[in-house]
Antibody
Framework: QVQLVESGGGVVQPGRSVRLSCAASGFPFNTYSMHWVRQAPGKGLEWVAIISYDGSFQFYADSVKGRISVSRDKSNNTLYLQMNSLRVEDTAIYYC??????????????WGQGTLVTVSS | QSALTQPASVSGSPGQSITISCTGTSSDVGAYNLVSWYHQHPGKAPKLIIFEVNNRPSGVSDRFSGSKSGNTASLTISGLQAEDEADYYCCSYAGSSTYVFGSGTKVTVL
């Protein structure tokens, strides 16, 4: 079954850290660049980060640069998002998504169901 | 990177056509033919409906079509149906492996 399943969300205090996971199955994970996209409650989508198919480069949105790190483990087909120094404004559903398909890129094809991170004291 | 500008809401009656605009800048929408569109039903993950301005993924209804002129992209939904009621987001590649989403449009079927 082709799917992405996020986990790791929950309630976190401001200033603390959290690591989100995204387990991929049913497709050649190691051939796809992967993204994280977030959505604050009742708000729109915000692109957060990309990691290349081989993990050789990562890029981040200015709003999170310096506080987050994206990584991937090809041995267990899992994508990670490490978030540090969390702020209240980081409260959001975090989605992982594949970039493109086998023929073209630059869009988000397969999405996970999302995991909610709530930053609150 | 500022969000692309979309109307907050658009509505139409069943069977009608509606168009959602998505305005960016010469650094994103205007620079690349890499605009994609997504719809999102309440409580669900977004779903891709258009990529590369005007291409539909397999399985997406041909009632959805996209276009672009200058710094503005558009999504047209023809033959509006009740199931089309959702939030719609555009997204553009913005260079250097970064992306920017639109502010989102709530489509209401009257």
């Amino acid at each position: 079954q082709v799917q992405l399943v996020e986990s790791g969300g929950g309630v976190v205090q401001p200033g603390r850290s959290v690591r989100l996971s995204c387990a991929a199955s049913g497709f050649p994970f190691n051939t796809y660049s992967m993204h994280w996209v977030r959505q604050a409650p009742g708000k729109g989508l915000e692109w957060v980060a990309i990691i290349s198919y081989d993990g050789s480069f990562q890029f981040y949105a200015d709003s999170v640069k310096g506080r987050i790190s994206v990584s991937r483990d090809k041995s267990n087909n899992t994508l990670y998002l490490q978030m540090n120094s969390l702020r209240v404004e980081d409260t959001a559903i975090y989605y992982c998504a594949t970039e493109g398909n086998l023929h073209t890129r630059y869009f988000f094809d397969l999405w996970g169901q999302g995991t909610l991170v709530t930053v609150s004291s | 990177q500022s969000a692309l500008t979309q109307p907050a809401s658009v509505s139409g009656s069943p069977g009608q056509s509606i168009t959602i605009s998505c305005t960016g800048t010469s650094s994103d929408v205007g620079a690349y033919n890499l605009v994609s569109w997504y719809h999102q039903h309440p409580g669900k993950a977004p779903k891709l409906i258009i990529f590369e301005v005007n291409n539909r993924p397999s399985g997406v209804s041909d009632r959805f079509s996209g276009s672009k002129s200058g710094n503005t992209a558009s999504l047209t939904i023809s033959g509006l149906q009740a199931e089309d009621e959702a939030d719609y987001y555009c997204c553009s590649y913005a260079g250097s492996s970064t992306y920017v989403f639109g502010s989102g449009t709530k489509v209401t079927v009257l």
